[in-house]
C-alpha cells in the first residue's frame, strides 16, 4: 500500500508542476489544485498508513495518528479559499486585458501566436 | 502603570490616528496627544520612587530557553528619557497639528509618529538586549515611513533611503556586538550585564565588542564618518526633524552609550575612540554648519556637533563628564527642538528656508524672532542661558582630558568648536532677523497663529527657566539620571560662576573669536564655496551603485517577470536541497512492515494514476482537465476512507464539488483550450524538473512511511486527552475545535478574508473598465442549452434542500464524537444552497434568501473569537473547552459543550465564504447579459423551445 500512495503523490506532483510551469492562467490552477492534492495527502501519509483504525475513541482500540489528519482537513478547506481567489483573478485578469496569459517577461519571451493543427 | 504597557501604548494608539482622521484633524491630532500624554503619565507616576533611587521593573518571560524575555526597568536614565521623547513627542503634536496643511495625509503622519515614538520608549526600557535590539530596529523603520513621509518629493525618498541604510547597517554591526556581550556574560538581561564590568573588560572578546557596538551608536547618533545622512534627512516635515533629531532618534546612539557606560567606559581604547569620534564630530560639523544657507540643514550640522560634544563628554570616561554629558542632553534637546519648530515657522510663513533670501523678519515676526533669541543664545553658550551651564562644563571637563599625553589638545579643540558654535548660532539671528526689512520675501512673512508658537514658545521658556534656577529645576533629574549612567552616587552641583578658572577664559575667547569669524563671513564664505569638498551623497551613491548593479543582474536573471520561471527557479532549489541533505546523510533500509495491496484500492489507484497521466496529455482541453481533476479527487476521497480518515474524506469530497463547481462557472469566461505556446525543448525541459520534483517527493513519502517515528509523536497525547480534556470521542474534531482551536480560527478568518477578497474583486471589476465593457459586449462562444432550468434538476435539488440541511445538520452535531463537524457541515450545506442557484437561477434563489453573506462570515469568526474568550472567565487559557453531560427527561443523557459554539462559528464562515465566492461569480454573469429569472423554469429568451429539448 506504501508504494501506492508514494507513486500517486509522485505523480500528482510531477503533474501538478509540470501545470504550473505552463503558461496560461487556467492549467497554472489545475497544476496548483494538483499541487493541493499531493500535499494533503503527503502531510496525511507522514502520520503513516492505518487501515480500518479510525481516530475515533472506542474501548481497548488502536487508532491512527489523528494529528496529521486535523492538519490536513484544515488544509483542504483553505486550498478551496485560495483556489476560489486565484480563479477569480484569473478571471478578472482575464476580462481585463482579454488574453490569459501569465507572464510579465520582456519581448524575448513574449507569447508566440498559437500555431493551429500542433494539438 | 506597567512598564510594558507604557512601552506597548503608543503602539496600540498607532491605530487610532488613522481611524479617526475621518472625525476630523483636530480629533485626530487629539487622540494622538492623549495616547503620548497617558504614557507621560505612567512615567510620571514612578518618577518619585525612581528619584529615590528605586528601579521599577516589569518581567514578562516569553521565550527563556533562547534568553529572550520581555523585560522593562526604569531607572534615571531611561526616566529621562521617556520624560524627553514623550514630552518633546507632546509639543511636537500639537505644532505638527499646525504646521501640516490640510493636504497632507495626518492621519498617516500621526500613526508613523507614535509607532517611531513606541519604538524609542522601547530602546530606552528595555531590559533585554535582544529586545532592545529589536526596538532598535523599529526606530530605523519608523523613521524611514516619517522622513520619507513627503513621498513625492525625491528629496525625501533618497534621504529616508540614506537614513535607513545607515543606520540599519550600524544596527546590524550592534546586534553582532550586543550577542557578544551576552555570550560572555552568559546573559542577555541588561541588568545582569551592567554588573559585570570586569568580566567584560578582561575578556578577549572586549574590542570587537566594542567596536560592534560603537558603530550602531555612532551610526545613529550621526557620528563621523556616519555623520552624512542626517542633514539628507532634513528632507522631512519639520515636525519629524525637530522631534528625531531633537530629542529622540540621534539620541538614540547617546543612550545606548550611556546605558552601556558601567561596563565599556573607563578603558584607553573606549577614552581613544570614543572621546577622538565625538571631538571631530563636533569640530568639524559646526565648522560646516557655519557655511550652510539653508536654516535646516544648518540646524543638522549643529545638532551633529552637539552630539559630538556630548559623545566626547562620554567618552572622557569620568563620573563629572558623564554627569555634564546627561546635563547637556536636556540642554540640547529643549534648545534645538525649539530651533527646529521655529525654522519651521519661518520656512512655513515666508516659504523659503535660504538665510541669503532673509533678514530683517525681527520686525515682522516678533514672537518668532523672540524664540529664535534666546534658544540660538543658549546654543551659543551665553550666560545665563542653560546652554552656558553645560558648556562651561565642557569646557572645564576638556582641561582634564590627556589626549596621548598631550594637555592641549582637547581643550584648544574644544575652544575652536564653541567658536563655531558661537559663530553659527549668531549668524542665525543675525543673517535671519536682523538687518533691513526686505521686500523680496516669497511670501508675506507674519507670525504664525498661537497653536504654531505654543511648543517652541514653551521650550524656550524651559531654556530660561533652567539657565537661571538649574539646580532647581532640573538638578534632581540630573543626580538621579548621572547616578544611573554610572553607576554610583554622582554630586551633582551646577552654578553660573566658578571663579576664574580657565574654562571661563576658553569660554570668553570662543564668543570673541566667534564674532570675529561671523564678521569675517563673507570673504569666509568665498573661500568655502571655492575650495573643493567630498561630496557625500555622491561617495554614498557611488558605494551602493555597484551593490544596485549586481543585484540587478540576479533579479533580472532570476525574477524577469515570467511567473513559470520563478517557479523553475523554486522548484530547482528545492530540488537541489534535497540532494544535498541526500547525499550527506547516511541512510539505511526502513524497517516499516509494509501494510498489503488488496485489489480494490489497486483499482482506485490504477484510476488515480490513470486519470493523472491523462492530465499531461490532454491538459489543453481545459473542460476535459477539470473532469479528470474531478476524477482524481473523488479517487483521493476514497484512500481517505480507505486509510482510515473519514473526517478527511468528508471534507475532500465536498470541497471537490465546490471547487469544479467554481471552476466551471469560471471557465464559461475563460478560453476553453490552452493552445501550445511553448517549444518542445521547453516542454521537455519543464518535463525533466516535475519528474524529478515527483520523483523526489514519492521517494521521500515512501522512506517516511516504511519507517518508525524518529521521535515520539504527540498523537498519544491528543488520543489520551481527546475524552478526559475534549470531551468528544472523534480526535480529529477535537484537535480542531480544542486542541487547535487558535490555528483553526486562524483559519477561517482566512478563508473569510479570501471570501470578502473575491467580492472585493468582482466589486471592482463590475465597476466599470475594460473588464466590465468586455462583459457587456458578451457573446457566449458556446452553444446554449435551450433549457435553462431542467425540470428534473429543479425538482430534484428542490426535493433534496430540506434532506441536505437536515444532513448539514445532523453532520455538524455529531462531529465532536462521530466523523463531521463544522468544516464538512459548512461544505455541505453551501452545496445544497448552491444547487438552488444552479437549476433555478440565480435572481429566483436570490430572491428567496434573505441572509446576507458577508454578515455571515463576521458572524462565523465572531462567534468562535467570543467562545474562546469565554475561556476567560471560566479562568482557563484562550479555546479551552468546556463540557458537561446533562439529562432530560425522555431523551438519553447527553452531552454540552462550548467546542459546539466555536464549531458554529466555524460552520457559519465556511458557509458564507462558500457562498459569496460562487455567488460573485453569479454576478460577472448576469453582467454578462445573463437575464435573471423570475420563474423557475424559464427558458432560454433568445430560443425557441424545441421538441429535441437539451442540446
Known amino acids: 500500500m506504501e508504494l501506492l500512495v508514494a507513486s500517486a503523490v509522485g505523480l500528482m506532483t510531477a503533474c501538478g508542476v509540470y501545470l504550473t510551469l505552463r503558461k496560461r492562467t487556467f492549467p497554472v490552477i489545475v497544476g496548483i489544485a494538483m499541487l493541493s492534492y499531493a500535499v494533503n495527502v503527503f502531510i496525511f501519509a507522514s502520520g503513516r498508513l492505518a487501515i480500518g483504525l479510525p481516530a475515533i475513541i472506542t474501548e481497548g482500540a488502536s487508532y491512527t495518528d489523528p494529528l496529521t489528519q486535523a492538519l490536513v482537513l484544515t488544509a483542504i478547506v483553505i486550498s478551496f479559499g485560495m483556489t476560489a481567489l486565484i480563479v477569480m483573478m484569473a478571471l478578472g485578469a482575464f476580462l481585463e486585458t482579454g488574453d490569459d496569459y501569465i507572464g510579465m517577461e520582456d519581448d524575448a519571451d513574449a507569447p508566440t501566436p498559437p500555431q493551429e493543427g500542433q494539438k | ?951
Open chain 2, 1 to 951: 502603570m506597567s512598564l510594558a504597557l507604557i512601552a506597548a501604548l503608543p503602539f496600540l494608539g498607532a491605530l487610532l490616528p488613522g481611524l479617526l482622521i475621518r472625525a476630523g484633524r483636530n480629533a485626530c491630532a487629539t487622540v494622538t496627544g492623549l495616547v503620548t500624554a497617558l504614557a507621560l503619565l505612567g512615567i510620571l507616576l514612578h518618577a518619585p520612587a525612581v528619584m529615590r533611587g528605586e528601579v521599577i521593573t516589569t518581567r514578562i518571560e516569553w521565550l527563556p530557553a533562547l534568553g529572550l524575555n520581555v523585560n522593562f526597568f526604569l531607572d534615571g536614565l531611561g526616566l529621562l528619557f521617556t520624560g524627553l521623547i514623550l514630552g518633546i513627542g507632546l509639543l511636537i503634536i500639537l505644532y505638527a497639528r499646525f504646521y501640516l496643511s490640510s493636504k497632507d495625509p495626518m492621519g498617516q503622519f500621526y500613526a508613523y509618529l507614535l509607532l517611531f515614538q513606541g519604538a524609542m520608549v522601547g530602546i530606552v526600557l528595555s531590559d533585554n538586549i535582544l529586545l532592545l535590539l529589536i526596538f532598535w530596529e523599529l526606530t530605523s523603520l519608523s523613521s524611514f515611513l516619517l522622513i520619507g513621509y513627503w513621498k513625492h518629493l525625491p528629496e525625501g525618498r533618497q534621504g529616508a533611503r540614506m537614513a535607513l541604510t545607515v543606520t540599519g547597517a550600524g544596527g546590524l554591526a550592534m546586534i553582532a556586538g550586543m550577542l557578544i556581550l551576552g555570550n560572555i556574560v552568559g546573559s542577555y538581561d541588561l541588568t545582569v550585564i551592567l554588573q559585570n564590568k570586569d568580566l567584560i573588560q578582561g575578556s578577549e572578546w572586549y574590542l570587537p565588542a566594542l567596536i560592534l557596538i560603537l558603530i550602531g551608536a555612532f551610526t545613529k547618533s550621526a557620528q563621523f564618518p556616519f555623520h552624512f545622512w542626517l542633514p539628507h534627512a532634513m528632507a522631512a516635515p519639520t515636525p519629524v526633524s525637530a522631534y528625531l533629531h531633537s530629542a529622540t532618534m540621534v539620541k538614540a546612539g547617546l543612550f545606548l552609550m550611556a546605558r552601556m557606560w558601567p561596563v565599556l567606559a573607563g578603558t584607553p581604547e573606549w577614552f581613544y575612540i570614543v572621546a577622538t569620534t565625538g571631538l571631530i564630530t563636533m569640530v568639524m560639523a559646526a565648522k560646516i554648519a557655519l557655511f550652510k544657507d539653508d536654516l535646516k540643514a544648518l540646524l543638522a550640522f549643529s545638532t551633529v556637533s552637539h552630539l559630538g560634544l556630548i559623545t566626547m563628554l562620554l567618552g572622557f570616561g569620568t563620573t563629572e563628564a558623564a554627569m555634564v554629558a546627561v546635563f547637556h542632553i536636556i540642554n540640547h534637546a529643549t534648545f534645538k527642538a525649539a530651533l527646529f519648530m521655529s525654522a519651521g515657522i519661518v520656512d512655513h510663513e515666508t516659504h523659503t528656508r535660504d538665510i541669503k533670501r532673509l533678514g530683517g523678519l525681527r520686525h515682522l515676526m516678533p514672537i518668532t524672532f523672540t524664540i529664535v533669541c534666546i534658544s540660538a543664545l543658549s546654543m551659543a553658550g551665553i550666560p545665563p542661558l542653560n546652554g552656558f551651564l553645560s558648556k562651561e562644563l565642557m569646557l572645564e571637563e576638556s582641561t582634564h582630558a590627556i589626549w596621548a599625553g598631550n594637555h592641549w589638545v582637547m581643550p584648544v579643540l574644544a575652544t575652536i568648536g564653541a567658536m563655531f558654535s558661537v559663530a553659527y548660532s549668531f549668524r542665525l539671528i543675525a543673517h535671519t532677523f536682523l538687518g533691513p526689512v526686505r521686500d523680496d520675501y516669497p511670501a508675506k512673512p507674519h507670525d504664525p497663529g498661537f497653536g504654531m508658537w505654543a511648543a517652541p514658545a514653551f521650550l524656550a521658556a524651559l531654556v530660561i527657566a533652567i539657565g537661571i534656577m538649574p539646580m532647581t529645576t532640573v538638578g534632581e533629574l540630573v543626580r538621579a539620571t548621572a547616578s544611573a549612567v554610572t553607576g554610583t552616587e554622582v554630586e551633582v552641583y551646577i552654578s553660573h560662576w566658578h571663579g576664574f578658572v580657565p574654562a571661563l577664559w576658553m569660554s570668553i575667547i570662543a564668543v570673541g573669536a566667534g564674532f570675529i569669524l561671523l564678521g569675517l563671513h563673507r570673504p569666509l564664505d568665498r573661500i568655502w564655496l571655492a575650495t573643493p569638498r567630498p561630496e557625500a551623497k555622491a561617495i554614498f551613491d557611488a558605494i551602493l551603485e555597484p551593490f544596485a548593479r549586481a543585484s540587478r543582474a540576479i533579479i533580472d536573471r532570476l525574477h524577469d517577470g515570467s511567473l513559470a520561471r520563478y517557479l523553475a527557479v523554486a522548484t530547482l532549489t528545492i530540488l537541489a536541497a534535497g540532494i544535498y541533505a541526500y547525499q550527506t546523510g547516511t541512510h539505511s533500509p526502513g524497517t516499516r512492515a509494509l501494510t498489503p495491496i488488496e485489489p480494490v484500492p489497486a483499482v482506485g489507484w490504477l484510476l488515480l494514476m490513470g486519470a493523472t497521466a491523462s492530465l499531461f496529455t490532454f491538459h489543453r482541453n481545459r473542460l476535459l482537465a477539470l473532469v479528470l481533476v474531478g476524477v482524481i479527487g473523488l479517487m483521493v476521497s476514497v484512500g481517505f476512507v480507505y486509510l482510515s480518515a473519514p473526517d478527511l474524506a468528508l471534507t475532500q469530497i465536498s470541497v471537490e464539488v465546490a471547487t469544479v463547481m467554481l471552476l466551471l462557472l469560471a471557465l464559461n469566461f475563460l478560453p476553453k483550450d490552452s493552445p501550445v505556446e511553448s517549444t518542445v525543448a521547453r516542454r521537455s525541459r519543464d518535463g525533466i524538473i516535475a519528474g524529478a520534483a515527483g520523483l523526489g517527493i514519492g521517494a521521500l513519502i515512501f522512506a517516511l512511511m516504511t519507517r518508525d517515528s524518529a521521535f515520539q509523536t504527540i498523537a498519544d497525547f491528543h488520543l489520551a486527552n481527546s475524552k478526559p480534556g475534549g470531551g468528544g470521542t472523534n480526535v480529529v474534531n477535537v484537535i480542531l475545535v480544542d486542541f487547535r482551536g487558535y490555528d483553526t480560527f486562524g483559519e477561517i478568518i482566512v478563508l473569510g478574508i479570501a471570501g470578502l477578497v473575491i467580492y472585493a474583486l468582482v466589486e471592482a471589476l463590475l465597476r466599470g473598465g475594460p473588464a466590465n465593457d468586455r462583459l457587456l459586449a458578451w457573446v457566449p462562444d458556446q452553444k446554449r442549452a435551450g433549457d435553462r432550468h431542467p425540470l428534473m434538476l429543479v425538482v430534484a435539488t428542490r426535493m433534496i434542500l430540506p434532506i441536505a440541511l437536515m444532513v448539514g445538520a445532523y453532520i455538524f452535531l455529531r462531529g465532536h464524537n462521530e466523523p463531521g463537524g463544522g468544516f464538512i457541515a459548512g461544505l455541505v450545506v453551501a452545496i445544497a444552497t448552491i444547487m438552488q442557484y444552479m437549476a433555478s437561477g440565480f435572481g429566483w434563489a436570490a430572491a428567496r434568501q434573505r441572509i446576507d453573506y458577508h454578515a455571515l462570515i463576521g458572524w462565523g469568526v465572531t462567534i468562535a473569537g467570543l467562545c474562546g474568550v469565554g475561556s476567560w472567565f471560566a479562568m482557563r487559557p484562550f479555546m479551552t473547552t468546556n463540557f458537561g453531560y446533562f439529562k432530560l427527561p425522555f431523551i438519553e443523557k447527553f452531552e454540552l459543550a462550548t467546542a459546539a459554539i466555536f464549531d458554529l462559528g466555524v460552520f457559519l464562515t465556511v458557509v458564507g465564504a462558500v457562498m459569496l465566492a460562487l455567488a460573485s461569480i453569479s454576478r460577472i454573469a448576469i453582467r454578462a447579459g445573463e437575464t435573471v429569472n423570475v420563474e423557475p423554469f424559464d427558458i432560454q429568451p433568445d430560443e425557441e423551445p424545441t421538441t429535441e429539448g437539451v442540446r
